[in-house]
């Protein structure tokens, strides 16, 4: 989500770095007013796909630079993904040379490490401690059942392997590695039709259209939630299968908002997410965490999109998000009210949500760029009489001013 919301901040950041011309003088060559520009900037509004080419023509900068993490005006900055992890996962790691360990002990092991993901405040370092070893005996094991007789084992060890590429799809996507969450999704998927699995080659999609909204092909997201929720229907009627169908339409209408078709959005979490939660209930099916909680989450992240703080915030009033068993997701909940506030510049309201989501999860904020832009615009704009806390929030988050803007050091 991260590109869609920092669109303001980079037309800002590049038209001053690259001339410094007025906003007028660039809202003018463009056919847009100086007030609908400076709202832009400001993040009050979200400009359509023909003013955003316009804006990257004059400012002299592609338009990647105004809409893709990739290119931001900040240096990236080191993630923490773990050496070993990479290094196993090209290949190229420890070798394994004992026998394979038990097909029980594993699915023991993923599912207590999948528990640690969604639960603890240090979990890129816990991760980093428990994956490469699993990852190890999880492969090791793959591969010694491939040419077993048993068919239950060898099944049983390929669900597994599925369910754990799941946790390192996330893994590697928040540690910023997007081609490595793709290289996993694309492991998740081959060994869960390799096991043939239904419902977890629909986890293995619901893990690719992830991948594929990080990577910005919301078109080839919405394609593969929507293909996938539709192949659940040849599966058995379970709970299973409609939190999995609704958690893919959960993707799909995530995909269309990034797209900016905001009422499709709504009317897909409406007409097809909402009735699957309403039959299924709360849950985590496949570490999905679907349900009528998540999605609200989502109706709200859809307003946020939109600029619609005012809407995203009486959303927000509706959840209960201690209903949600995921730090990742009440953590994203935590930043997109703080986002909501942001766009009506309701600072004290920022600054709260912001040193709450410290607290919460204090790995997950430093690895993120919405937090850190937030920080960043926080500092610049703050009242004296909490400058200080601001300054020190912003130096934790690693939120250093880009050079170019107010307030930044020369």
């Known amino acids: 989500m991260t590109s869609e919301l920092s669109v303001g901040a980079r037309v800002r950041y590049w038209r001053r770095r690259?001339?410094?011309?007025?906003?007028?003088?660039?809202?003018?060559?463009?056919?847009?007013?100086?007030?609908?520009?400076?709202?832009?900037e400001r993040g009050r509004k979200s400009p359509s796909l023909d003013v955003l080419v316009a804006l990257a023509r004059e400012i002299g900068v592609p338009v990647a630079a105004l809409v893709d993490e990739r290119h931001s005006a900040e240096p990236e900055r080191p993630r923490g993904l773990s050496s070993d992890i990479t290094s196993i996962l090209l290949g190229y790691g420890p070798s394994h040379r004992d026998g394979p360990v038990e097909p029980a002990v594993l699915r023991e092991r993923v599912e207590a490490a999948w528990r640690m993901w969604q639960t603890s405040r240090t979990r890129f370092t816990d991760a980093a401690r428990v994956l490469p070893t699993l990852l190890v005996d999880v492969e090791h094991a793959v591969r010694a059942h491939r040419a077993a007789t048993d068919v239950r084992a060898r099944r049983e060890v390929l669900r597994v392997a599925a369910d754990l590429y799941g946790l390192l799809r996330s893994y590697c996507h928040r540690t910023g590695r997007v081609d490595l969450s793709l290289l996993v999704a694309d492991r998740a998927l081959r060994v869960a039709e390799e096991a043939d699995d239904p419902l977890r080659i629909a986890a293995a999609h619901w893990n690719l259209g992830h991948v594929l909204l990080a990577a910005g092909d919301h078109e080839g997201a919405e394609q593969v939630a929507t293909r996938a929720a539709e192949d659940l229907l040849g599966s058995p009627a379970s709970r299973v299968r409609n939190a999995l169908a609704g958690a893919l339409e959960l993707v799909a209408a995530t995909a269309v908002a990034r797209r900016r078709d905001w009422w499709a959005a709504r009317r897909r979490l409406e007409d097809r997410a909402l009735p699957r939660a309403r039959e299924t209930g709360e849950g985590n099916v496949a570490w999905t965490v679907f349900g009528p909680t998540n999605v609200e989450l989502h109706a709200m992240t859809i307003e946020m999109l939109a600029g619609e703080a005012a809407e995203g915030l009486r959303c927000a009033d509706r959840i209960d998000i201690t209903r949600v068993p995921s730090i990742e997701r009440q953590f994203t909940f935590a930043l997109e009210v703080a986002r909501c506030h942001d766009l009506k510049r309701e600072d004290a309201a920022v600054l709260v949500h912001l040193l709450d989501l410290e607290y919460l999860a204090p790995e997950d904020v430093v690895r993120s760029p919405?937090?850190?832009q937030m920080a960043v615009d926080l500092r610049r704009r703050a009242r004296p009489t909490y400058r200080r806390q601001t300054d020190a929030l912003a130096e934790r988050f690693g939120a250093d001013l880009p050079p170019g803007l107010p307030g930044s050091p020369v």
């Open 18 to 40: 690259n001339g410094n011309r007025s906003q007028a003088a660039i809202a003018g060559l463009c056919g847009i007013t100086e007030d609908y520009l400076s709202q832009i």
């Open 370 to 372: 919405l937090a850190r």
